[in-house]
């Protein structure tokens, strides 16, 4: 059996290693448009700030990684054309590999919306890639002086913002939306996170966005100017759905994938940000851009490809972040029931609905996060656990006396 996986992030390493779960033998070809080694993509950022070196960041997984599991690496290459008839790959260079089961992990790209005058500046970079980290990190110097325009306020920009705070002289993020990382927080924990970056000197203009850029300088809808040196673009991202979508997979915003991560073309899978998943703690499908599940899906993937057939059925949204020492923890849905504690340096917000435990929020104090996620990602019925206790101290979890009993074969 000849595998091949286009992509080389988390993804593509849950495909490799859930296809040597199985096949120890079957020969593995990565093929990947970034020359380098898997890294740790969130890391970007904290080799910006000093806190880890490239070097570093490239042990995701060990430098014989590809070797001890026979892959054979084709990095710097860029997949043109996928032909499930032929069950080939052909690559820009004129190559082509063959197939028997093929996983696409193409992952996604920044998304630049059409802004007036951007191909006028010239310093500029998206936040997405160690090449974007390098070039940002050349452009920023030894100096301490650049002037630093992030558009966007989600978590790429704040990671961005997070790892260049020490090394300019102004620091500017701005966002069409009312409150830092909108697709991931509510009013009150957005404003508690923001009030911390802006104690660090970051300055946020909330609700505006760039109506015009001159080379160093954005007009602002709102009437404002600010005049900048660099410009990081860290809007958004999209899904890489072309070479799937060509290959007759269906697509909608994502590749759509079933249980076993197989798209609707014969032998060929796809995993991680570039597909859609079933959200269970809100119930609908979308894009789940986030590690874990990446990296699921592509264990997945990689199992069924060699017949080992298994199912990943418990993607929920989470992210966790740390924002220049404060950190955060979030995941699933915030639909429902919902129990706040709050004080000036934590807040841990938990929602349940239908008996079960879909969301929750976690800053400063996380410890513990991975009960929760848990409990969300089993569908846990609260009533078969003192919740009360768990929800208060969720390091004595501890199930209802009934339950209790059960484990204990009926002794009290």
Avoid: W
């Avoid at 980290?133 to 306020?153: F, S, W």
């Avoid at 699933?332 to 929020?361: C, M, P, W």
Wanted: hydrophobic share 40%.
């Amino acid at each position: 059996m000849k595998y091949v996986i286009i992509g080389n992030g988390t993804a593509a390493v849950g495909a490799i290693e859930g296809i040597r779960s199985a096949d120890k033998v079957g020969p593995i070809t990565v093929i990947s448009t970034e020359p380098y080694h898997v890294y740790g993509r969130p890391l970007i950022s904290y080799m910006l700030l000093g806190k880890t070196t490239e070097e570093k960041m490239l042990q995701y997984r060990p430098d014989d990684f590809y070797e001890k599991n026979n892959v054979t690496t084709m990095l710097g290459r860029t997949v043109q054309h996928i032909d499930p008839k032929k069950q080939t790959v052909s690559l820009a260079s004129g190559e082509s590999v063959l197939y028997d089961r093929l996983c696409i992990c193409t992952g996604s790209r920044p998304f630049v919306p059409p802004m007036e005058g951007l191909d006028t500046v010239e310093n500029k970079t998206s936040f997405m890639t160690l090449d974007d980290a390098k070039h940002l990190n050349e452009m920023l110097g030894e100096t301490n002086d650049k002037r630093v325009l992030i558009v966007g306020a989600g978590l790429i920009g704040l990671k961005c913002a997070e790892g260049i705070y020490q090394r300019v002289s102004e620091l500017t993020v701005i966002d069409l939306a009312p409150r830092i990382l909108p697709n991931v927080l509510t009013e009150v924990p957005a404003a508690i996170i923001q009030k911390h970056i802006e104690s660090k000197g970051v300055k946020f203009l909330l609700g505006d966005s760039v109506a015009q850029f001159e080379p160093n300088k954005a007009h602002l809808k709102s009437g404002g100017t600010i005049d900048f040196d660099i410009l990081v673009v860290a809007v958004g991202v999209r899904p890489n759905t072309e070479l799937a979508a060509e290959a007759g997979c269906e697509v909608n915003r994502g590749i759509l994938i079933d249980e076993h991560s197989a798209t609707c073309v014969p032998n060929i899978y796809a995993a991680g940000d570039c597909t859609v998943s079933h959200d269970i703690a809100a119930g609908v499908d979308r894009i789940l851009a986030i590690l874990p599940n990446a990296y699921m899906q592509g264990e997945t993937a990689g199992k069924n490809m060699a017949d080992h057939i298994c199912s990943f059925t418990k993607a929920i949204p989470m992210n966790a972040s740390g924002f220049m020492g404060l950190h955060m923890i979030t995941a699933g849905s915030y639909d429902g029931e919902a129990y706040l504690e709050q004080d000036d340096e934590h807040y841990k917000l938990l929602v349940t609905r239908d008996n079960r435990l879909v969301g929750f929020i976690l800053i400063g104090d996380v410890d513990r996060a991975g009960i929760y996620t848990s409990l969300i990602r089993e569908q846990t019925p609260l009533d078969t656990i003192d919740f009360e206790l768990i929800r208060d101290k969720p390091q004595l979890m501890a199930f209802s006396h009934a339950e209790r009993a059960k484990k204990l074969g009926g002794a009290h």
